[in-house]
């Protein structure tokens, strides 16, 4: 028998909680949803991860909406990178990148590392 944690989610993270459960459904609709709907919620989503600090709480709401992940990697991405990607996926994503670039650099003749 598994037995689950109850999360009492802080007051000051209801309207986070809810703009990320509408990305997460928007996400998972099967239906095409308009690019300036999803543009929107992703905006006011942004605007109000912009306002916390990272905690236990906003890490577990974070963890409960993928979607919300994503939106707060990408704001932070100059200061911690793939923060929040599991540490094989980043490193598999900066091996491409790497071997891409090796890549380039050959079929442009210029030398590695010019």
Known sequence: MST???FVL?????PVAEIAA???RLEASPLQVSPDQYRQVVQQLR???????MDDALDKLLQAFPA??????NLHYEQAG???APLE???NAELSAAAVIRALRAGSGRAPGA
């Open 10 to 14: 802080p007051s000051r993270l209801k």
């Open 22 to 24: 509408l990305l997460q």
């Open 82 to 84: 793939l923060c929040r």
């Open 68 to 73: 919300a992940a994503v939106v707060y990697e």
């Open 89 to 91: 996926i980043s490193l």
């Open 4 to 6: 689950m944690h109850a």
């Open 47 to 53: 605007q109000q991860l912009e306002q916390l600090s």
